[in-house]
């Protein structure tokens, strides 16, 4: 158990984020497809990446460590993988790993922990068997352990019932040899598109959004990767709730795909400043966040599309704001590492907050976490509660005692270490 007490005075200081999640996923799986080399610097050093690290490796590419990059090698032929392919607790590792796999001549078996063998995979499946891969798994596909046969690929339409950058990513990357032309109802984080272009994919965007991909051979590509602004959300959030607080948060993300956590923030009243860096593939800068007051608002569409991890955070924010806030059309966030919407909405609940859960949302009255006792929250195979529930604590009367924090370990294993710094 891990007790959190409340902030008596501002954060202050400044990180350095470590490395975006999504990113150092991609820089591992992209490459795996692409021919020749490529040094990877400021990667997430975490148990999700490690998990599409190991993926690569099992299908013969080489990965070494060189000072603090890695060198990423791909070989002549992918090979099958010599044993079943543990996933953990990544949806990224299994669900873009199905599209590698699909490339790969062979049978590949692909599981996961509690967590993940619970989360839905028709979504995958099905676009896959539509490219011409042969892949199946428990319950005729719908969750974990999967089989894929991969080889067999052929150009297809596709067009996606939900807007998800997983399963996009994964039909674009098992089309790399026949090509794809696919849709989404709305534009999903688009860090796939990024690293196609670079490789040299010829890869079009029609006016009604559809990409389509031609097929080609890839080049490796080196990768910086930017800092993670899921991970800053927290300490935006933390920042802005303790009174008295100055964080500089150094080499952040700026994708405009994934910066609806800093746009609901700044419309709930949050004072937060971004100084953009020298471009790159990916845009990065500092973001300087202050205490401010906020106040309700509502987060739907595609905003929630663009900060869908942070919800879980954003709903902390809501609940010490005044007034009301709605959160709508995030019905994703039932399927993410845990049912976050039930989740977040018991765990505001314990700190003394009026939460009314919605099929696709909540509506989070405000007005403090105001609980005099110190609620326990149990963050268990969830990174992202364990952080939310963290600021919470900080941002609170009575703190909170988190169990299975370590839960961290997933995205920011890194999290606590930070928090000593920003409170000394
Ligand atoms: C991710 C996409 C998102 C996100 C997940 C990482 C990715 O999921 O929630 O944490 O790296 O492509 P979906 O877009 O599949 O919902």
Same mark, same amino acid.
């Given at each position: 158990?891990?007790?959190? +007490?409340?902030?008596?005075?501002?954060?202050?200081?400044?990180? @350095?984020?470590?490395?975006?999640?999504?990113?150092?996923?991609?820089?591992?799986?992209?490459?795996?497809?692409?021919?020749?080399?490529?040094?990877?610097?400021?990667?997430?050093?975490?148990?999700?990446?490690?998990?599409?690290?190991?993926? /690569?490796?099992?299908?013969?590419?080489?990965?070494?460590? *060189?000072?603090?990059?890695?060198?990423?090698?791909?070989?002549?032929?992918? =090979?099958?993988?010599?044993?079943?392919?543990?996933?953990?607790?990544?949806?990224?590792?299994?669900?873009?790993?199905?599209?590698?796999?699909? +490339?790969?001549?062979?049978?590949?078996?692909?599981?996961?922990?509690?967590?993940? @063998?619970?989360?839905?995979?028709?979504?995958?499946? #099905?676009?896959? =068997?539509?490219?011409?891969?042969?892949?199946?798994?428990?319950?005729?596909?719908?969750?974990?352990?999967?089989?894929?046969?991969?080889?067999?690929?052929?150009? %297809?339409?596709? %067009?996606?019932?939900?807007?998800?950058?997983?399963?996009?990513?994964?039909?674009?990357? $098992?089309?790399? %040899?026949?090509?794809?032309?696919?849709?989404?109802?709305?534009?999903?984080?688009?860090?796939?598109?990024?690293?196609? @272009?670079?490789?040299?994919?010829?890869?079009?965007?029609?006016?009604?959004?559809?990409? *389509?991909?031609?097929?080609?051979?890839?080049?490796?590509?080196?990768?910086? /990767?930017?800092?993670?602004?899921?991970?800053? $959300?927290?300490?935006?959030?933390?920042? %802005?709730?303790?009174?008295?607080?100055?964080?500089?948060?150094?080499?952040?993300?700026?994708?405009?795909?994934?910066?609806?956590?800093?746009? $609901?923030?700044?419309?709930?009243?949050?004072?937060?400043?971004?100084?953009?860096?020298?471009?790159?593939?990916?845009? +990065?800068?500092?973001?300087?966040?202050?205490?401010?007051?906020?106040?309700?608002? &509502?987060?739907?569409?595609?905003?929630?599309? =663009?900060?869908?991890? #942070?919800?879980?955070? !954003?709903?902390?924010?809501?609940?010490?704001?005044?007034?009301?806030?709605?959160?709508?059309?995030?019905?994703?966030?039932?399927?993410?590492?845990?049912? &976050?919407?039930?989740?977040?909405?018991?765990?505001?609940?314990?700190?003394?907050?009026?939460?009314?859960? @919605?099929?696709?949302?909540? /509506?989070?009255?405000?007005?403090?976490?105001?609980?005099?006792?110190?609620?326990?929250?149990?963050?268990?195979?969830?990174?992202?509660?364990?952080?939310?529930?963290?600021?919470?604590?900080?941002?609170?009367?009575?703190?909170?005692?988190?169990?299975?924090?370590?839960?961290? =370990?997933?995205?920011?294993?890194?999290?606590?270490?930070? !928090?000593?710094?920003?409170?000394?």
């Amino acid at each position: 158990m891990l007790g959190i +007490q409340p902030a008596r005075t501002g954060l202050s200081g400044s990180l @350095r984020m470590p490395g975006d999640k999504s990113v150092s996923h991609r820089a591992f799986l992209i490459n795996a497809l692409a021919r020749g080399e490529a040094k990877l610097s400021n990667v997430l050093d975490s148990e999700d990446v490690a998990r599409s690290r190991e993926l /690569v490796r099992a299908i013969g590419v080489s990965v070494e460590k *060189s000072g603090a990059d890695w060198i990423l090698r791909t070989p002549e032929v992918l =090979r099958e993988p010599l044993d079943v392919i543990d996933c953990g607790n990544s949806g990224t590792t299994i669900r873009l790993g199905c599209g590698v796999l699909a +490339q790969v001549d062979g049978v590949s078996v692909l599981t996961g922990d509690a967590s993940l @063998r619970r989360r839905p995979m028709l979504r995958v499946v #099905e676009p896959l =068997r539509g490219v011409g891969a042969q892949i199946d798994g428990r319950e005729h596909g719908r969750l974990p352990p999967l089989v894929v046969r991969g080889g067999a690929v052929h150009r %297809t339409d596709v %067009t996606l019932g939900i807007a998800s950058a997983q399963v996009k990513s994964a039909v674009l990357l $098992a089309s790399r %040899t026949c090509g794809v032309t696919v849709r989404e109802p709305r534009r999903s984080r688009d860090h796939t598109e990024r690293f196609l @272009r670079a490789m040299g994919a010829t890869l079009a965007e029609h006016d009604d959004g559809a990409l *389509s991909l031609e097929p080609g051979d890839w080049h490796a590509v080196d990768v910086r /990767v930017p800092g993670d602004v899921s991970s800053a $959300a927290f300490w935006m959030v933390a920042a %802005t709730l303790v009174p008295g607080s100055t964080l500089e948060l150094h080499g952040v993300g700026l994708n405009p795909t994934r910066t609806g956590a800093i746009d $609901a923030l700044v419309a709930m009243g949050a004072d937060i400043e971004v100084v953009p860096d020298e471009g790159d593939v990916e845009p +990065q800068g500092t973001l300087v966040v202050r205490s401010a007051g906020l106040r309700g608002t &509502r987060i739907g569409g595609e905003l929630a599309l =663009r900060s869908l991890d #942070e919800l879980p955070v !954003l709903a902390v924010a809501a609940a010490a704001a005044e007034g009301e806030t709605v959160i709508a059309d995030a019905a994703e966030l039932r399927v993410k590492e845990s049912d &976050r919407i039930a989740r977040v909405a018991a765990g505001l609940r314990a700190f003394g907050v009026e939460v009314e859960e @919605r099929p696709d949302g909540m /509506v989070i009255a405000g007005g403090g976490l105001r609980a005099e006792e110190a609620p326990v929250i149990d963050a268990e195979g969830d990174h992202r509660l364990a952080m939310a529930f963290a600021v919470a604590g900080l941002a609170s009367r009575a703190g909170v005692q988190l169990a299975n924090a370590d839960a961290v =370990r997933t995205s920011y294993p890194t999290f606590f270490d930070d !928090l000593d710094v920003v409170r000394t």
